[in-house]
Each structure stands twice: as C-alpha cells, then as structure tokens.
C-alpha cells in the first residue's frame, strides 16, 4: 500500500505529464492553425471554385435581408470562421458582424485583418457554438457556417445551437461536405472535365492544402451528409429548408439556405 507522500508524489507526476501533453496539444493545434491561415488567405481570392462558393453564400445573406431593413442592422454570425475572410467579405459588404472559431490562432489572425480594414462592425471570438454555452439567445438575423459541419464532433447539436441563436425569422446559409475529396480521382475528374492547367490549380490551391489541414487537424469525423440527410437534420431542429443545391469542387458540397419560423422560440 502507498504511502500518503508516494501518493502525492504519483497525483504530481500525472499532473505534470498532463500539462505537458496539453503543452504540445495547444502548440501542435496553434501550428496547424497558423499554417492552415496562411495557406486560406492564398487560396482565397485565388481558387475559382472557392470565390464563387463564397459569391453564392453572399447572394443568399443578400437575399435574406427583410426589405427596408438596412444591412447594417442585420447582424450574422459565422460559425467557424476560421482566419476571418468570409466574415471580412460580409462586413465590408455592410453587415454587422461576428466570426466565432474554436481554434485561437486563427482567431488571432482574423482580429489582424480586422484591425488592418478598421471595420468597426465586425468582431472575433474563440468559441466553440457546439460546447452549448447558452450565449446569444435569438440575438442574430442570420447565421452562415461553410464547412465546418463535417469536422464538427457533434454536428446535430451544432445545428440546435444555430437555431437558438437565430431570431424567429432568422435565416442560415449552410454548407457542408457531402463525400471525400479524393486527391487524384478528383484531379482527374477536373482534367478531363476542364483541362491540365484547372486540374494543377485545383491540385495547388485546394486539394493539397486540404489533404494536409487533414492530416494535422484533430481527428473528428468526418460527417459527411447527402442532401436526404442534410435536410433532414435541419428539419429536426426546427428549420425550414427553403433551397439546396450543389456547389463548390466537382460538386461535392451542398449549400443549404433555411429560416427559423417567425413565431417560433
């Protein structure tokens, strides 16, 4: 039987090789955070298919401004924001708005494009909206979220979080993954649909990067859903789905567009 100091000597060992492993979590996390950011603000303006992703995500929050209403009081939350473009594209499009993300470093990041564009409607926070801190009850008029169900560890309640948040009307504009991206099938696919010159960008731009982002990235998932799925999820959280439709590389993503019933809680 251990002693009553070998036993406060074992709890202090294990207390520091917890430290430490969270030490090199944080640092490995932080890392892949700050290279993923690096590489996003590339591809951003760079990737067809990713700029016209993003144009379609922007018509449909355009759309969803009640008339007579001005952008400005229209406040949106993009859930996962990542390192803050999309969010920065919504405000510099006259919204006001918020850009949460789980991971620090990228929202470290996105607060220095904020500061560099001195938009004073947009801010960042480290939060993870699918932890359930209870925050934000019906407070936005719209929510936006691009891939970041499928790397989600509790993608449904992700979605309940999104519904409460949202004001009875509200709208989101959701996209998700619907398969895998497989790397060379699909710079195949592009070659003989668009020709070698799209296929290397696509091979570049996003489908490297995202094979690494990956590989690094904590290993949750992937929760891939087709449509009978996506919508059905989105149903049973209270959400009324208005439109689908395919979007993004060789079409392996769905964009959904929904509201909150205007009497509902």
């Known amino acids: 039987m251990l002693s009553q100091a070998e036993t ?7 207390g520091i090789v917890r430290s430490v492993l969270g030490g090199l979590q944080w640092g490995l996390d932080r890392t892949v955070s700050i ?5 996003y603000d590339y591809i951003f303006d760079r990737f067809g298919p990713y700029r016209a992703l993003q144009n379609e995500v922007l018509a449909k ?4 401004v009640p008339g007579g209403t001005q952008r400005g009081d229209a406040r949106v939350l993009e859930i996962g924001c990542g390192p803050g473009n999309f969010s920065c594209v919504l405000a510099e499009a006259g919204f006001s708005v918020l850009g949460i993300d789980p991971y620090g470093g990228l929202i470290d990041l996105a607060r220095e494009k904020r500061r560099a564009r001195r ?6 926070q480290n939060a993870d909206l699918g932890g359930g801190n209870g925050l934000w ?11 970041t169900l499928y790397a989600h560890p509790a993608p449904r309640r992700l979605l309940e979080e999104a519904y409460r948040v949202l004001k009875p009307g509200g709208h989101a504009v959701i996209v998700n993954h619907t398969r895998r991206m497989a790397m060379w099938p699909t710079f195949a696919e592009v070659k003989a649909r668009e020709g070698r010159a799209a296929a290397f960008r696509a091979l570049c731009l996003w489908l490297v990067p995202n094979a690494l982002f990956e590989a690094g990235r904590k290993p949750v998932g992937p929760h891939y ?17 208005l439109e689908t439709r395919r979007t993004f590389l060789n079409a392996t993503s769905l964009l959904v567009w929904a509201r909150k019933a205007s ?3």
Do not use: C, N, P
């Open 137 to 147: 009850e019906a407070m936005f008029d719209q929510v936006v979220s691009i891939h």
């Open 61 to 64: 929050v355009e759309a969803s």
């Open 119 to 124: 938009l004073s409607h947009l801010a960042f």
């Open 35 to 39: 290279g993923y950011g690096v590489i």
């Open 8 to 14: 406060k000597k074992q709890t202090s060992s294990a």
């Open 225 to 241: 859903w087709d449509e009978a799925t996506f919508t059905r999820e989105l149903r049973s959280v209270g959400f009324t789905v």
């Open 263 to 265: 009497g509902a809680r």
